[in-house]
Every structure is written in C-alpha cells, then in structure tokens.
C-alpha cells in the first residue's frame, strides 16, 4: 500500500499539480507533450523502471486484492467520457446493443465478429477489486465479464504478438483534421493475466453506459486509464508504432506513462 500511495502521490502531486487542464476527468501537464522535456523523459524512465521492477520482483499471474460485497459501499464512480455523443455509439445504444459487434483482428489466425449474446455465453469471471484513478479516487465494485485470454484463445493469436490494442467508440477530440477515438493497449502478459477481463456487467447489473457500456476492459495491476471503455474492437499486434503518436494510448500520446502498474 505504501509504494501505490507513493505513487499516486507523485503522479498527481508532481506531475499534474500545475495542470490547469481537466481532459476527460485526468489533469496532466501541457509540457508532457513536449517530446523532449526533461520531466516528460524523466516519466518515461521511472515508467519503464517501475514495469521492470514489477515484472522481474513478481509472478506474472500475480493476482490483484479481492474484496467482499460489504466492501462496496458506494455507487462505481464513473471516469472519462461518461455518454458518447457518437451517432454510431447512440444508435447501439438504443437498441440495447443488439447490433452490436466486437471485432477481433490483427495477429490471429481467425479474425472473431462476436456480438454479446456469444460473449456472454463464454465462460464467465466475476471478481470485485479496487479501481484505482490517477487523479487519487478509488471505488470498489463488482465486474464480471469474459477473460480476455479466452477471447485471444479463441481467436488463436500467433507467436509474433506483443500487444494488444482496444479500439473504441467514444470520441475524444474532433478537428479539422477528423475525429480521435479513445485507444489504448496492453502487452500479452497483462492480457493473459486471470484477472484481465472485457466486463459486461457491473454489481449485479448490466454495464451501465456511464461505466462504459457494452463492454470495458478491466486490467486490475494498472491504473484506471488503462480499462478502456465502449470497447469495439480488439486489434492483436507486434509494434504500437502505426497507432495514434506511437505511445500506445490516448493518455499516453499526452505524456502519461505506458505501464500504470499498482
């Protein structure tokens, strides 16, 4: 506990203390992304340090706390882009998500179309941690949902994999220049780690479009702008050069770090 409070202390009261800028529910230093700022390159290599660290000091399959239902004690706090205005998202939305489709591409040997009633009827996992947010909240709630290595199982990933990349529905910023979707990704050892889940349900109940309807990740040794929301795609991949500025995410595009590990 102390090293995530140390943590959480230095990326909110160091690296995003001066921000004056609240993008998506996250503060974060315009300065960050500067490519070549001092602080930016400083984050870079504690990001990197941390992941090593953590990989080489504990097992891979390393499970996250796991509390009880007297441990919820508040409604799951919503994050980021609580209702897309997107016309595709909406008109999923009102139907249910009955035309929904999850898309699976990329390094496989079978490219996967599912819609949620095939998801739901893969074996489930229900398991009720901590969310963890950069700007120092934290909620505890149910998910449940398929593990993602069942879906990368399914889809048969081939052995040049690294990443996987989750495409999804919300815009994030709209210009002259077009439209950016949220995006983010995680290495295989974290997709294939018991705990990694695309969560359908939350509580007891259906997802709720504010948590990220129909489907969010949920990476539960990482920091919340890891568990992507409003997922509509799952891209398996060798390199995150080719995706937005090549850092991985969204947020990491604007100077967050890559690994969040808590």
Known sequence: MARLITRRNFLTG???AASGIVLSG??????LGERENAMRQFMLKANGLTMRAQRALLSPDRLATEFTEADIRQPMRPNGVTRPDDIDYQTLASN?????RLEVTGLVDRPLSLDLEAIRAMPARTQITRHDCVEGWSCIAKWTGVPLQAILDSA????????VVFHC????????SGEVKYYESIDMIDARHPQTIL???????????????????????QLGYKMAKYVRGIEVVESLAGFGAGQGGYWEDRGYEWYAGI
Do not use: H, K
């Open 169 to 176: 529905m919300d815009t994030i910023e709209r210009s002259l």
């Open 26 to 31: 996250c503060d974060v230093f315009d300065f």
């Open 199 to 221: 969560a359908y349900g939350m509580n007891d109940m259906a997802l709720p479009i504010e948590n990220g309807a129909p489907l969010r990740v949920r990476v539960e040794r």
């Open 14 to 16: 160091t690296a995003l």
């Open 96 to 100: 249910g998500f009955a035309d929904f």
């Open 156 to 163: 048969g990933v081939r052995p040049q994999a690294r990443y």
